[in-house]
């Protein structure tokens, strides 16, 4: 009775989770003019990311107990997607312009490599690349966004 119990509670913290990423997603106001890229996830992640990322260690060491050190890395994961939606809302160039750029000839790549050496329909393999090619469209925005902020300086 007690490990169902557990187990309800565990549910409930992750439930809570979802929803505190989803109300702090759609209360952050969008902020294109405003921002530099390094800008825009220096904020981000001190408006978006950080708070997830404590509710989250909090609800954890209350619910599973141990070290909050220990499940910040969790953590982090759990809040990654509503800190790149912050970004994407906030400098939407900078991303849409990595994903034309570096993002969509690197998938046209490997769809083409995957389909000579696995043979099959291009669409079988597109989702497979772009999961393997994301942190080439990331290094772009880091890179794009460090050279917005230099330049703006």
């Not at 900078?94 to 669409?123: F, I, Y």
Request: aromatic share 4%; proline share 6%.
């Amino acid at each position: 009775m007690a490990g169902g119990f557990r187990r309800r509670k565990r549910l409930l913290a992750v439930v809570a989770g979802g929803l505190v990423i989803s109300g702090v997603a759609m209360v952050m106001p969008p902020r294109a003019a405003a921002h530099s890229g390094a800008s825009a996830v220096k904020e981000c992640r001190a408006t978006v990311g950080k708070p997830i990322v404590q509710a989250c260690v909090r609800s954890r060491v209350q619910h599973q107990g141990g070290k909050p050190r220990n499940y910040v890395r969790a953590c982090r994961t759990d809040a990654i997607p509503a800190v790149r939606a912050c970004i994407q809302r906030t400098v939407p160039q900078l991303v849409e312009n990595c994903r034309k750029t570096v993002g969509r000839p690197m998938v046209q790549a490997c769809v083409r490599n995957r389909m000579q050496s696995d043979g099959g329909p291009p669409d079988r393999f597109i989702e497979q690349c772009r999961l393997s090619i994301s942190w080439a469209v990331r290094a772009c925005v880091w890179r794009s966004a460090a050279v917005t902020s230099a330049a703006t300086r």
